[in-house]
């Protein structure tokens, strides 16, 4: 059974900084790439970035490239997202995700490609 499980999800002043986490188990971590993704309310769940299985590939959306970086400890089986200079149109629920193809270098960007979703973290920015 694969549990994906974010955390560190809050309240923040617009500017402001915050990590998220997402402890995986279930599978072996290193050997899938992992998303994040949000949505805010009345919107679609959107693709924020990727990591692929080793660490070394990330990519971003346009609207968080610069601000925010996707990293993974496979030690820990812990994938990070650290946001820096939060906006106010940043506030959504976090997802992480797994995806679906063992070993794949792709970073998917949509969300059909991944197939284990974590309950997701809610991030409230205030200005």
């Known amino acids: 059974q694969v549990q994906l499980v974010e955390s560190g999800g809050g309240l923040v002043q617009a500017g402001d900084s915050l990590r998220l986490s997402c402890a995986a188990s279930?599978?072996?971590?290193?050997?899938?790439?992992m998303g994040w993704f949000r949505q805010a309310p009345g919107k679609e769940r959107g693709f924020v970035g990727a990591?692929?299985?080793?660490?070394?590939?990330?990519s971003y959306a346009d609207s968080v490239k610069g601000r925010f970086t996707i990293s993974r400890d496979n030690a820990k089986n812990t994938m990070y997202l650290t946001m820096n200079s939060l906006k106010p149109e940043d506030p959504a629920v976090y997802y992480c995700?797994?995806?679906?193809?063992?070993?794949?270098?792709?970073?998917?960007?949509?969300?059909?490609?991944?197939?284990?979703w974590g309950q997701g973290t809610q991030v409230t920015v205030s200005s």
């Open positions: 990591v692929s299985g080793s660490g070394r590939f990330t």
């Open positions: 279930g599978r072996t971590f290193s050997s899938y790439a």
């Open positions: 995700a797994s995806d679906r193809l063992r070993g794949t270098l792709v970073l998917h960007t949509t969300a059909r490609a991944y197939d284990y």
